[in-house]
């Protein structure tokens, strides 16, 4: 555990070399990336964590912004001195992956079914959101929302929120580092279409894809998604 403004982290750090940092997705843990922190450490200094809130790291005290997230892992990287990481993050764990290398010097970027663009609501969405709205100023429970925002504690529910409202296209050209995206065709939660606007908006990325795989394309190819990201880091580096 790494105590880091009040909050505990669970923190998992292996090998020698560059550094690369692992960000999980909402509502996941570490152990969603082990596999690619397993191929990865022999050649690089490997950085895994539970963002605080999520798994084995302790529940927030109060609402965090994304900045928040950004900064407990810019002192994890200098804590173990880790100098312009390369990050690899997926869904949630892109959102700060990406608000971290507007601040801070990257190596590179590794981001799949990335979170970040605001998706167009349909009428239906739009409706079902004013009745959300309604639900919870009249304190009904049929108007509960996502099942991400379900599962969640009072606390991660404000993050999620706020997170899911911020758009962060304007903050894409600006990045310059090497930047791979890769997606899974079937993707409903983060649609291919914001991979490939990614694609267009970053300064110097790339996009592949998964054919037939979802949001969790990086976990089920998870052989396939470490060689991808070898060959990336081999060359970004």
Avoid at 32 to 56: A, C, I, K, N, T
Avoid at 62 to 90: C, F, G, K, N, S
């Amino acid at each position: 555990m790494e105590e880091i403004d009040g909050v505990c982290c669970h923190v998992e750090c292996s090998g020698e070399g560059q550094g690369v940092i692992l960000l999980h997705g909402w509502g996941q843990d570490r152990k969603m990336m082990r596999l690619l922190h397993r191929q990865l450490q022999d050649d690089y200094r490997v950085l895994s964590l539970d963002l605080p809130g999520f798994g084995e790291s302790r529940p927030l005290p109060e609402m965090w912004t994304m900045e928040d997230y950004v900064d407990v892992i810019h002192q994890l990287a200098d804590r173990y001195h880790m100098e312009a990481p390369a990050l690899i993050a997926h869904s949630f764990g892109a959102r700060i992956a990406i608000r971290y290398a507007g601040r801070h010097p990257v190596s590179c970027l590794v981001l799949t079914g990335a979170a970040g663009l605001r998706m167009p609501l349909s009428l239906g969405k739009q409706m079902k959101q004013q009745l959300h709205r309604w639900g919870r100023h009249l304190h009904l429970s049929i108007f509960s929302g996502s099942e991400d925002y379900r599962r969640a504690d009072p606390v991660l529910r404000q993050v999620l929120v706020q997170a899911v409202n911020e758009d962060l296209s304007s903050l894409l050209p600006s990045i310059v580092c090497p930047v791979l995206l890769v997606w899974g065709s079937e993707d409903r939660e983060t649609p291919l279409w914001m991979g490939r606007k990614m694609e267009r908006l970053f300064a110097d990325a790339r996009l592949i894809v998964y054919r037939d795989e979802d949001h969790f394309a990086y976990y089920h190819q998870g052989f396939r998604f470490a060689n991808d990201v070898r060959r990336f880091l081999e060359e970004a580096l």
